[in-house]
């Protein structure tokens, strides 16, 4: 038996990749939808600075060693964690639509941090990559995502203005209004367990 050489196969032609349905915590990055600038949560148990800035340069959420470094979690802290890891820290808050740079002037390489107002979670781009070069082209369209992402998240109600909303002590259940009132009752009592007044 012979086999006929003289059959042509034939590729189909490619299809196109269908469009990807972004949800409401992520952002095409340069508009092209290749790559997607997202959400990735992190514990809210208090830590979630600490775990934020851990995922975002380690990819795990091992926080021991950071909280060690400093003992709460705000922007004196945030340039002290930048120092000690050499990488820039950038916070995108949601209620400013805003994006604040720790130590852009020490460091090239960079993590994105997305701050609520009372919450901290990292930025991915692809679900994969969490260190940027801010002498990279691509720098401008992600930091420009992350903004378009803050404004979409402001607009569906995820940000919080810790000036103006009721908080909760969840240690003996008073409610404060901004955040000037929570630390003076967090001084008096030592309490800082903390959350939204729903």
């Known amino acids: 038996e012979s086999s006929d050489s003289n059959e042509s196969?034939?590729?189909?032609?490619?299809?196109?990749?269908?469009?990807?349905?972004?949800k409401s915590t992520e952002m095409s990055i340069g508009g092209s939808g290749e790559n997607v600038l997202s959400v990735h949560p992190v514990p809210d148990d208090n830590s979630c600075l600490f775990h934020a800035i851990a995922y975002g340069i380690f990819k795990q959420d091992s926080v021991r060693d950071l909280r060690e470094m400093v003992s709460w979690g705000g922007a004196i802290e945030i340039g002290i964690i930048s120092d000690a890891l050499a990488v820039a820290i950038y916070v995108v808050d949601i209620d400013a639509v805003k994006i604040e740079k720790f130590n852009e002037d020490k460091f090239d390489n960079y993590i994105l941090i997305l701050f609520n107002g009372i919450h901290y979670d990292s930025l991915t781009m692809n679900?994969?990559?969490?260190?940027?070069?801010?002498?990279?082209?691509?720098?401008?369209?992600v930091l420009t995502a992350a903004l378009q992402l803050a404004s979409n998240l402001k607009q569906t109600g995820y940000s919080f203005n810790t000036h103006k909303a009721q908080i909760k002590c969840n240690t003996c259940q008073m409610t404060f209004v901004g955040e000037r009132?929570?630390?003076?009752?967090?001084?008096?009592?030592?309490?800082?367990?903390?959350g939204q007044n729903r």
Do not use: M, W
Request: a negative charge; glycine letters at 2%; charged letters at 30%.
């Open 9 to 22: 196969f034939s590729l189909p032609p490619p299809q196109p990749k269908p469009k990807r349905v972004l």
């Open 127 to 141: 679900e994969f990559k969490t260190v940027f070069n801010k002498n990279q082209p691509e720098s401008d369209d």
């Open 181 to 194: 009132e929570v630390a003076r009752h967090a001084e008096s009592t030592g309490h800082v367990d903390f």
